[in-house]
């Protein structure tokens, strides 16, 4: 993978999320465990097509979306005109300190060039005793429900990557691993938890679980195959066989609050 990864979610933006909706249940179920009140001042990091920005806005919060992809800001602002949107880099805002009662991210902090600055920053712009929620990558995780059994589709796919994966060029694919609990911490955030989102999405077919590969991160992952290796990998998608078509994820929803003014003092002191 050459360059920034908003790149590659420029060129698949008008796609994205559109042959299943993995990234919207996704964004509902994290809106569920973020638990965002009416009215809060919300920020959507990272915000692809409002995976989050969607059920935020339902619940009655002022949503403001920022991506660096613009045609990811464009689908955004015409599906979600209520939000403010802003093609941003998450490393650099142009918000002052304090702005948001609540920062969330889903997918994205663990793509970003430097994830610790993008955290970094969520930290800046929340206002003291805010909260700050991301879900991607993490290294670390109490695991979640179990929602995975050897002849789960979710199982097979993750096989067929790990064993594609000897196939790629150095620093090919997308994204590194995080340590989500390491990353609040060193922000300074504080009340660290881990919630979880599960989603379960069904396919119609093989065909489609192939269309959407290319439509959001794997696809540089398959991009980056050599061309008879991305033929056979193709092949073998569009051959797996699980005990049903339903891809079960869980994700794990790590937060942090950032700290009031006189709680910063009394750790210094
Ligand atoms: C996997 S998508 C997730 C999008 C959305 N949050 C969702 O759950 O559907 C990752 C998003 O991060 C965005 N992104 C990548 N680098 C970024 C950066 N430096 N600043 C802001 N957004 C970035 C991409 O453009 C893409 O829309």
């Not at 990864?5 to 465990?33: K, M």
């Not at 610790?116 to 991607?136: I, N, Q």
Request: aromatic share 10%; hydrophobic share 45%; with cysteine.
């Amino acid at each position: 993978m050459q360059g920034s990864s908003w790149e590659l979610f420029d060129r698949v933006a008008a796609d994205y999320d559109e042959v299943v909706p993995f990234f919207a249940s996704f964004g509902t179920a994290i809106i569920a465990a973020i638990d965002p009140p009416p009215g809060c001042a919300f920020l959507d990091l990272g915000a692809g097509r409002g995976a989050l920005t969607a059920p935020a806005l339902a619940r009655g919060c002022r949503v403001t979306a920022v991506d660096a992809a613009p045609g990811m800001v464009r689908e955004l602002s015409a599906a979600f005109p209520a939000a403010e949107a802003y093609t941003m880099d998450a490393q650099a805002l142009t918000f002052a300190d304090g702005t948001f009662d609540v920062v969330a991210s889903s997918f994205a902090i663990h793509i970003l060039d430097d994830p610790a600055a993008g955290v970094a920053e969520a930290y800046r712009v929340l206002r003291p005793g805010g909260r700050f929620a991301f879900t991607g990558g993490s290294s670390r995780s109490r695991g979640g429900p179990a929602v995975s059994g050897e002849d789960e589709l979710g199982v097979r796919l993750n096989e067929l990557f790990g064993e594609f994966t000897a196939y790629l060029p150095p620093n090919g694919s997308m994204g590194t691993p995080v340590d989500a609990a390491d990353l609040l911490d060193e922000a300074g955030f504080v009340d660290l938890r881990e919630d979880f989102a599960e989603v379960a999405i069904p396919f119609p077919d093989t065909g489609a679980l192939w269309r959407w590969s290319l439509t959001h991160g794997y696809r540089a992952f398959i991009e980056d195959l050599p061309d008879d290796r991305r033929a056979e990998f193709h092949e073998r998608v569009l051959a797996l066989a699980a005990r049903d078509l339903v891809l079960r994820r869980v994700s794990g929803v790590w937060s942090g609050r950032k700290p009031s003014p006189a709680q910063i003092l009394s750790c210094q002191s």
